[in-house]
Nanobody
Framework: QVHLVESGGGLVQAGGSLSLSCAASGRTFSSYAVGWFRQAPGKEREFVAAIRWNGGSTYYGDSVKGRFTISRDNAKNTVDLQMNSLKPEDTAVYYC?????????????????WGQGTQVTVSS
């Protein structure tokens, strides 16, 4: 089992920045790929970013490319999501998720463990 807890959400003006963090406990975190997803009211949960077990490869959704950066520190069991140039359409609950194995995935159902989510609100 892996237990994930997100933090760092909040309210920010458009154009601003926020940094989210996902802290993991339980089994060896370094053997898991991690993804960030988000869900806005009335919409499906969508892929935001993902990172391989060793941080060697990263992946981003089209809507956040060039603005968001995912990184991980396996020594601290954390995965961060740096969000810059935020837009009102980035408003959502952001979830981190972990999947067994080293390969990251953009697909929701490939992930085995989920955090409770953290709210990000971007005002115009």
């Amino acid at each position: 089992q892996v237990h994930l807890v997100e933090s760092g959400g909040g309210l920010v003006q458009a154009g601003g920045s926020l940094s989210l963090s996902c802290a993991a406990s339980g089994r060896t975190f370094s053997s898991y790929a991690v993804g960030w997803f988000r869900q806005a009211p009335g919409k499906e949960r969508e892929f935001v970013a993902a990172i391989r077990w060793n941080g060697g490869s990263t992946y981003y959704g089209d809507s956040v490319k060039g603005r968001f950066t995912i990184s991980r520190d396996n020594a601290k069991n954390t995965v961060d999501l740096q969000m810059n140039s935020l837009k009102p359409e980035d408003t959502a609950v952001y979830y981190c998720a972990a999947r067994s194995g080293v390969l990251a995935s953009t697909r929701l159902y490939d992930y085995d463990y989920w955090g409770q989510g953290t709210q990000v609100t971007v005002s115009s």
